[in-house]
């Protein structure tokens, strides 16, 4: 029943969910951190030496916080929308192929939940229902300003996700291959990805910016025009889950762009040096922890430099720039391939 | 014609560039920005365990001094409630007993001594116009409150102990005191 298989699983999911909670929740301090440094300002540094325990202050002050359910609002799906969000912002961490392969106690284990042999098409179609945590939440509030942004949201994601899928298709024609595992494994040493595919990347990453709502595609929840967007009408922790939902799902599009484009586990000269193959596998996983700090850091760099688009600039740049910049992308790869073969 | 900051900046419409249209140059220009700020020196001051450094001349919360043999200075004569523009300080007098004469310098003397300080404008009038050098401000804060009430200070907050004196040397220059002895400038009279 037990297997050493099964419980390995079981341990690495408990050990992925905490460790996802845990950034997002420190990523809420880096953020105000990151904030105050750019803005010449010292931040949180009150709770805990240099603030370290903000984040918990701001949990329990999320807990005690009064819980409003609006009258007019749709009570059971008010409630599912950020339940939603929160599910899909969890369930992509699922195929990240966090190291390769560790041998314990004579067997041998993927560093990786599952091995999904169409994991790209998995982390589309979980940011795809992921829209619908922000729209449910949005229309049960029976707020206009909510309802705006919901739809703000919706259409944002859904016009940015066809420009991310070109840009996937491209670097899936380069690969050959659609399992996470072997794309990552693929670019063992420095064979990164994003010297093979540097436009196929920059589309990715704006795309990444847009999907998870954040500057300078945070329109959903823009303060100055809807009040905070789709979550206006919410309060405590259903609101605290909206806002945590992001967090979590900046660390995992941090995740899937390390992965996919910067090596993942991989690190340079990782064969050379003559380490045992769980050495490698222990480093990887340092290395692919270091990539995805430094672009949850450029995603938060990117929010305080960059002001916010306005609405049709937004969908001018989804739709008649990035999306046809993505063809061509295609075009070009499926030249390249053929000419070199 | 010649600007006063020499910072003018001639504006102009014309049609961008395929680089500028792209706009990564300017947004990684912006970054590189962002990322300097980081490093640079940070000007907060974490206020009650740094304090920024006060003028030699500020006008604070107010106190009222004692003679050198602890007696209060004040004597109720009210020049500085007249003075005030603000009407923040009301004041009792009362007719020293016998007996009292460590505590009050001279026969008559404040038996309440009040000032609002919501209504007080720090002008430093009250200082100006009291003839007994009893008034005077200080660099001290006035606290914030949670109530109204709490706002007007009695003499238990504005008389200094007798123990721990409250340096005004800053505010009572030699300069000072020269100048209020000519009796011919009005304020003085």
Redesign the interface.
Known sequence: MFTPELIFKIVLIVAVFAITLLIAMYSTYGERK?AA??????GP?RAGIFGILQPLADGVKMFMKEELIPNMSNKVLFILGPCLAMTTALMTSAIIPWGSEITLFGNTFNLQITDLNIGVLYVFAVTSIGVYGIMIGGWASNNKYSLLGALRASSQMISYEIAMGLAIIALIMSTGTLSMREIAAAQAGFHWNIFVQPLGFLIFIICAFAETNRAPFDLPECETELIGGYHTEYSSMKLGFYLFAEYINMFVASAVISTLYFGGYNFPFMNDMGLSSNAIAILGVVFLFAKIFFFIFFFM??R???PRFRYDQLMRLGWKVLIPLAIFNILLTGAIIFATN | MQSLTNRKKVVSNKEMTWVEKLYLPA?LG??R???K??F?????I?YPEQKREFSQVYRGMHVLKRDEKGAERCTACGLCAVACPAEAITMVAAERKKGEEHLYREEKYAATYEINMLRCIFCGDCEEACPKESIFLTDRIVPADLKRGEFVYGKDKLVEPVDKPIDISKRQTPEVLEFKKNKKLTHNR
């Open positions: 990151i440094f750019m803005q010449d300002r010292l540094n760099w990117i305080w430099t960059i | 947004i912006g970054m920005i962002t990322l700020h980081i640079s020196k940070k000007t907060t974490s």
